[in-house]
């Protein structure tokens, strides 16, 4: 039985990674597959892992139609076993239903590897109906960690070096130190909730202790 399969984590946890190493399997055993992305953080149609893998992939538009695709494909005499659906938090929760139907009525595996929660640790619409939806809903092993040293559970926004909770649901971004107005820090939820990232932790850290006496 085909299965539908949410692999989630924080961002930098090794999802884009394991996408491609789960297509990289199925190939290597003659199955056929087609490879999904949404607003990769390259700006193109292509699946990028920060290890250095990357593998042109078809764009998801929120107006695509999976479904069609995948029918049109099969009437034209094409082989399909799985699909991979990176950045599957972006996708609509019609999209996801579409994924959905596919696996039950063509029998085709479905990997969807996302995001859970956004910036603002409200769920992504896609996600949220993969969660409703899927055969099964994993978490990645390895696991992303917060500056303090405990496991990452949340995506924060940085904007000019100032942790946000306020803006645009998307904003395409990526974890590194690389100066641009906006980035991401996985934290811990504690350290989100107080929207302690690294760099404020360490100039509150560097403020002198006020001595006892005046
Ligand atoms: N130089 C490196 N050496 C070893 N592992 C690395 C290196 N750079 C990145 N990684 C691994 O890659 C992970 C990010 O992978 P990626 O697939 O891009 O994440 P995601 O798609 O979840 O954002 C990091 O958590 C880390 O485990
Ligand atoms: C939290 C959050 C993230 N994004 C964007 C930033 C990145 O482009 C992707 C996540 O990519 P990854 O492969 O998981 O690192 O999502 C966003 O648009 N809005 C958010 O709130």
Request: charged share 25%; hydrophobic share 40%; net charge negative.
């Amino acid at each position: 039985m085909a299965e539908l399969t949410f692999w989630t984590g924080t961002m930098d946890a090794g999802k884009s990674t394991l996408a491609l190493q789960t297509n990289h399997n199925h190939a290597a055993r003659g199955r056929m597959g087609l490879i999904f992305t949404a607003h990769d953080r390259s700006g193109e149609a292509v699946v990028t892992s920060r290890l250095g893998l990357t593998h042109d992939a078809i764009e998801v538009t929120d107006d695509f139609d999976f479904w069609r695709h995948a029918v049109d494909a099969l009437t034209h005499g094409a082989r399909i076993d799985y699909l991979i659906c990176d950045e599957a938090q972006f996708y609509t929760p019609e999209q996801i239903e579409a994924l959905a139907k596919i696996v039950d009525e063509l029998q085709i595996d479905v990997f969807c590897f996302g995001i859970l929660t956004d910036f603002r640790t409200r769920l992504f619409p896609g996600a949220a109906r993969l969660v409703e939806l899927a055969d099964r809903t994993e978490v990645l092993q390895v696991e992303a960690l917060c500056w303090c040293g405990k496991r990452a559970t949340h995506n924060a926004r940085v904007e000019d070096g100032v942790m946000v909770t306020e803006g645009d649901q998307v904003v395409v971004g990526d974890t590194d130190d690389a100066p641009s107005a906006v980035s991401y820090e996985v934290l811990c939820r504690q350290h989100h909730r107080r929207r302690l990232t690294a760099a404020r932790a360490q100039s509150v850290s560097l403020v002198p202790e006020p001595l006892p006496f005046g």
